[in-house]
């Protein structure tokens, strides 16, 4: 699948050097290049592409007005945001951006990037079940350890930890801390995570055992056991039936 890229930054050294890493993949067709929001935008209207890599601090246009813009083509390409700047990690992720780069970018971390935005096309070009198909398509969050900003996949999350303002991520692999409260978490993430404890929500896929009987109701997720509070215990065992959770092995 060769797929045409749209580069958007106000500094031509860094158009130059991106162009000359997308150059070197096979997977990458025409690269057209817009030194700011306004001349992406023309661009984008008489030269649709499947992809996006914008940066977000360019006068007028910052690279999040111009993926909003996006949102009314009828053709929206795949978003990319690629910056110095962690701190717009979270709006990328609300923005529905495939991938959040951090400059300097890196030949393997892009060859990574240009694999997501080759799924997405696919799953989105998918026939039948059309819009359906693309609606189970898999939520991401933008993430950060040790500096590095990357996407994870919703349902690679095992579980939730509240830390104060923020919440942590487990995955089996690690865990991350986000700046979003978990009681956000656990409103946008209601049909596939449940609450146990003040401090815990837990994805139901990802349970292992449940013991809710006995003085010290918990679940296992993984490796981890956790405590479920007795206030929250109905409201597991409502959710747990309606799911007719059978606990992996």
Same mark, same amino acid.
Request: aromatic content about 6%; overall charge negative; proline content about 6%.
């Given at each position: 699948?060769?797929?045409?890229?749209?580069?958007?930054?106000?500094?031509?050294?860094?158009?130059?050097? *991106?162009?000359?890493?997308?150059?070197?993949?096979?997977?990458?067709?025409?690269? =057209?290049?817009?030194?700011?929001?306004?001349?992406?935008?023309?661009? *984008? /209207?008489?030269?649709?592409?499947?992809?996006?890599?914008?940066?977000? #601090?360019?006068? @007028? %246009?910052?690279?999040?007005?111009?993926?909003?813009?996006?949102?009314?083509?009828?053709?929206?390409?795949?978003?990319?945001?690629?910056?110095?700047?962690?701190? @717009?990690?979270?709006?990328?992720?609300?923005?529905?951006?495939?991938?959040? *780069?951090?400059?300097?970018?890196? /030949?393997?971390?892009?060859?990574?990037?240009?694999? !997501?935005?080759?799924?997405? %096309?696919?799953?989105?070009?998918?026939?039948?079940?059309?819009?359906?198909?693309?609606?189970?398509?898999?939520?991401?969050?933008?993430? /950060?350890?040790?500096?590095?900003?990357?996407?994870?996949?919703?349902?690679?999350?095992?579980?939730?930890?509240?830390? @104060?303002?923020?919440?942590?991520?487990?995955?089996?692999?690690?865990?991350?801390?986000?700046?979003?409260?978990?009681?956000?978490?656990?409103?946008?993430?209601?049909?596939?995570?449940?609450?146990? =404890?003040?401090?815990?929500?837990?994805?139901? @896929? #990802? %349970? /292992?055992?449940? !013991?809710?009987?006995?003085? #010290?109701?918990?679940?296992?997720?993984?490796?981890?056991?956790?405590?479920?509070?007795?206030?929250?215990?109905?409201?597991?065992?409502?959710?747990?039936?309606?799911?007719?959770?059978?606990?992996?092995?």
């Amino acid at each position: 699948m060769t797929i045409s890229v749209l580069i958007a930054d106000d500094e031509q050294p860094a158009i130059d050097e *991106l162009a000359f890493l997308l150059g070197q993949d096979p997977r990458i067709g025409i690269i =057209h290049q817009a030194a700011s929001g306004a001349e992406a935008i023309r661009l *984008l /209207t008489r030269e649709p592409v499947d992809a996006a890599f914008l940066d977000i #601090h360019m006068p @007028g %246009l910052t690279g999040f007005d111009l993926a909003r813009a996006m949102q009314r083509f009828e053709r929206r390409p795949a978003l990319v945001f690629v910056t110095a700047d962690e701190e @717009g990690a979270l709006e990328a992720f609300d923005l529905a951006a495939v991938d959040y *780069l951090l400059k300097p970018v890196r /030949t393997e971390r892009l060859h990574r990037s240009v694999t !997501r935005i080759v799924e997405a %096309l696919k799953a989105a070009s998918a026939p039948a079940a059309g819009a359906a198909a693309s609606e189970q398509q898999p939520e991401v969050i933008a993430v /950060t350890l040790g500096g590095t900003t990357r996407m994870i996949r919703r349902d690679e999350v095992r579980y939730v930890q509240a830390q @104060g303002d923020y919440a942590r991520l487990h995955t089996e692999e690690a865990s991350y801390l986000v700046r979003v409260p978990m009681s956000d978490l656990e409103r946008q993430w209601s049909e596939a995570f449940v609450r146990i =404890h003040r401090s815990y929500l837990v994805a139901i @896929g #990802h %349970l /292992t055992r449940i !013991r809710l009987g006995g003085d #010290h109701p918990s679940v296992v997720v993984g490796a981890a056991e956790l405590p479920v509070s007795r206030r929250l215990l109905p409201a597991l065992r409502e959710r747990l039936e309606a799911a007719t959770i059978r606990p992996r092995p």
